[in-house]
């Protein structure tokens, strides 16, 4: 009877607790409202964050394209913005 009682109150505590923890996560989750607030405060949103991330994004290319047809250690150079051998970079 006492293991009964023991697991009982063991169940009561936990149920209590996800309880509490599912009340607690209500509370703190915003609404959609304040979601979509959100996503426009966000840093992408804005036209020249776009074209900053798309630059970069294709000198990412750019640089990954050239390491793959070229011989030269493209990871040694010291200015990567620089193309064929440059900048007095390290090479194999």
């Not at 697991?7 to 609404?31: D, K």
């Not at 992408?44 to 030269?72: C, F, G, I």
């Amino acid at each position: 009877m006492a293991f009964l009682r023991k697991m009982l109150i063991t169940v009561a505590m936990l149920g209590a607790g996800a309880g509490v923890g599912l009340a607690l996560l209500a509370i703190v989750t915003p609404g959609e409202q304040r979601k979509q607030e959100m996503l426009k405060e966000m840093a992408l949103q804005d036209p020249r964050s776009r074209e900053e991330m798309a630059k970069t994004q294709q000198l990412l290319v750019a640089t990954l394209t050239e390491a793959a047809t070229t011989q030269e250690n493209v990871a040694w150079r010291k200015n990567w913005m620089v193309s064929e051998g440059g900048a007095g970079g390290r090479s194999p």
